[in-house]
């Protein structure tokens, strides 16, 4: 059984392990040990702390195998974005450039360097194993974030987004970032990438041009990647379009990759799971459900087979899986499709 926990300090080696696997591109999970060292204390600072309104405080969560006790995956939930940092995208957007006299109309793209998801509530960091890419363990990994926002509601903003990975290379090439060395920077992807991961953001105010891009002027291969994701990604950003996030315009200022939104109370999984009291005793199986405990410090969510009876307001558990998820007899249970 597969099952979704806060990260703890035991986990940092698995860690570590994942931040290699990830490769080039996956910015929040650097290749340096004392900043994931950080990002589990950090994660175990804002499970503990008491918080009213989203701040600076970073959820991170692993999948382990209660079989094997392995960690097979990590996800996270940052409550709001930009607040000490500044977290800059580039917004595509048109500008007209039009001449009665000359007869002359057209529209073109630009990008323009904003910072306007400052404060929204960011996914991050989601990273599952190849060999546990399967069934419904990447749904849970991603989808069990919104069962966890929805019981903790007041910890996050009203906005939530994801930043979804560019296109690049096997090297860690990416096309539009190229255009950007050869005109601005004088490092690769994989530097500039490696720093915005391990907090030296600073460069980017400093060398990112200040006035809009024209699309047009960029090389062929960069026009060609903007708004677009790598390959590997592509399931991540079917999965959250049918919960409902949309792309708006806004795209990664390295590899150009898009960044999609959606409102809390619109997201599918929010806004259709319900809630039942445990019952233990033997459960017959039936659908898949996503299962939550609406737990803090204490969080577990898993998939399960159950059949539930709309008209009635419990769920039966077997007492091995109220064990996994922490639950006794009349506790609460979300439920959600998966």
Not at 161 to 171: F, K, L, P, Q, T
């Amino acid at each position: 059984m597969l099952v979704l926990r806060p990260i703890r300090e035991s986990d940092f080696p698995a860690l570590l392990n994942i931040a290699h696997e990830s490769g080039h591109g996956f910015t929040s999970l650097p290749v340096h040990e004392e900043l994931l060292q950080n990002k589990i204390s950090r994660s175990i600072a804002s499970f503990s702390k008491e918080a009213d309104h989203p701040h600076d405080e970073g959820y991170l969560f692993v999948l382990e195998d209660t079989v094997t006790g392995d960690v097979v995956g990590t996800s996270a939930i940052e409550a709001a974005v930009g607040l000490e940092d500044a977290f800059y995208h580039y917004h595509q957007s048109k500008v007209i450039h039009s001449s009665r006299t000359l007869n002359v109309y057209k529209a073109v793209d630009i990008l323009t360097l904003c910072n306007d998801y400052t404060g929204a509530t960011e996914l991050c960091t989601l990273f599952l194993r190849p060999q546990y890419r399967q069934k419904y363990n990447g749904k849970l990994l991603s989808k069990s974030r919104f069962l966890f926002i929805k019981d903790n509601k007041t910890r996050f903003a009203d906005t939530v987004i994801a930043e979804m990975r560019g296109v690049s290379d096997a090297h860690g090439n990416s096309p539009f970032w190229q255009w950007l060395e050869e005109h601005f920077f004088s490092m690769d992807f994989p530097t500039a990438d490696y720093l915005t991961g391990i907090g030296q953001k600073v460069f980017i105010a400093e060398l990112m041009p200040k006035y809009p891009i024209y699309i047009n002027l960029l090389s062929k291969e960069a026009q060609a990647v903007v708004g677009q994701v790598h390959d590997n990604t592509r399931p991540a950003i079917e999965l959250l379009k049918s919960e409902g996030f949309t792309f708006n315009g806004y795209v990664d200022i390295f590899d150009a990759g898009p960044t999609v939104e959606a409102q809390v109370d619109n997201i599918r999984t929010v806004r259709e799971s319900v809630t039942k009291t445990v019952k233990i005793g033997s459960n017959q199986g039936g659908s898949p459900y996503m299962v939550a405990n609406g737990k803090l410090i204490d969080y577990r969510a898993a998939v399960i087979e159950l059949t539930l009876n709309p008209d009635s307001g419990s769920v039966v558990l077997t007492q091995a899986v109220a064990d996994a998820l922490l639950v006794q007899e009349g506790d609460s249970l979300t439920i959600a499709t998966i």
